[in-house]
């Protein structure tokens, strides 16, 4: 599509959806007008209410019994054993005693998605980054069958009493909150196994579930997540154990808070390697988008997409550190 008819075609989807038009400018460069129009037709419908059965309170196949004749309806995620769509019917998903109990985490297929990605393993060191309000944590937890230790670190004052109330409701007793930047991880004096940095970002993956961003961010304010996003990983890298694994992901679509920021991570830090994902889920990374050429390996990472998902937008990537420990 010539420059001059997209940008046409740009405003006038984004009047018809309620976009800013830079963004639906993007998705026609992107995709182009077909896969647009089922991106904006898809982003109207809300994912399903998806919960984590926790398996450090009560073994799975018992709560979900248990929940089963309360009426709640449930259907395993197919690559998640611990992951469950649910219909509520018209109770809210926080209003069971199992909730309060922390037998369930509510907790979208992506965020429990980017966990099995990090495959914990019993006894190891993990760090989980911006990790406010805990579903996260305690997943790493419960794969790790609160054996090691989990630094679960968050910058927000206020979202540290979610962090820690999250922790304490479903049982973990692996893990470590601490108030910190995540940028500034070598006092710790820890060199972890794996590191879960599940990045700040524009949030453009979420327009299923508020469609307020629609019209809430500026290309500015992707440029300055992306920015941030790179400060992490520089950070983050120095930290992880030679032969450590490091999973990035981000509730954003943009390839330049995805691609773009791994692409440029790859070319600073030649230790990195991009590993593939044991689970089968979403679609490949993008390693031509907008047709900029980068790194053939980001093909491994994945991508959840609303229009081809039924999900929130979601990004992950994989990466393993070259080294002797």
């Not at 647009?36 to 979900?64: D, G, H, W, Y």
């Not at 809210?92 to 990605?117: D, I, R």
């Not at 990790?131 to 670190?153: R, W, Y």
């Amino acid at each position: 599509m010539a420059e001059k008819k997209r940008k046409q075609r740009a405003k006038e989807l984004a009047k018809e959806f309620g976009y800013l038009p830079y963004m639906t400018e993007r998705y026609l460069a992107l995709w182009g007008e077909e896969e647009t129009l089922s991106f904006l037709e898809a982003c109207e419908i809300a994912p399903k209410t998806a919960i984590r059965i926790n398996s450090l309170k009560m073994p799975i196949e018992q709560t979900v019994r248990r929940m089963k004749r309360k009426g709640i309806a449930l259907k395993r995620v197919p690559w998640l054993e611990e992951g469950f769509t649910a219909d509520f019917g018209d109770r809210t998903p926080g209003s069971l005693f199992e909730h309060l109990f922390g037998h369930y985490y509510v907790q979208g297929v992506p965020s429990m998605t980017v966990v099995k990605a990090l495959d914990p393993q019993k006894g190891e060191v993990v760090m989980d980054l911006a990790s406010a309000p805990g579903g996260k944590t305690t997943h790493i937890s419960q794969l790790m069958e609160n054996t090691g230790t989990v630094f679960s670190i968050e910058l927000d004052r206020l979202r540290m009493r979610s962090l820690v109330n999250n922790i304490q409701r479903c049982g973990v007793t692996n893990a470590i909150a601490l108030r910190g930047d995540a940028r500034k991880l070598d006092g710790l004096g820890v060199a972890p196994d794996r590191i879960l940095l599940d990045a700040p970002c524009s949030g453009e993956g979420l327009i299923p579930l508020d469609p307020a961003r629609k019209r809430s961010k500026t290309m500015a304010d992707i440029r300055y997540c992306a920015t941030r996003q790179d400060e992490l990983l520089d950070s983050v890298i120095k930290t992880l154990a030679p032969g450590g694994v490091l999973v990035y992901s981000t509730c954003s679509i943009a390839p330049e808070e995805n691609e773009y920021v791994i692409d440029s991570i790859l070319g600073k830090h030649p230790e990195m390697k991009i590993i593939q994902i044991d689970q089968e889920f979403g679609v490949p990374g993008y390693t031509q988008p907008y047709g900029v050429s980068l790194d053939v390996s980001l093909s491994q990472s994945r991508r959840f997409l609303p229009h081809i998902h039924g999900l929130e937008g979601f990004f992950i990537c994989k990466m393993r550190k070259e080294g002797d420990r």
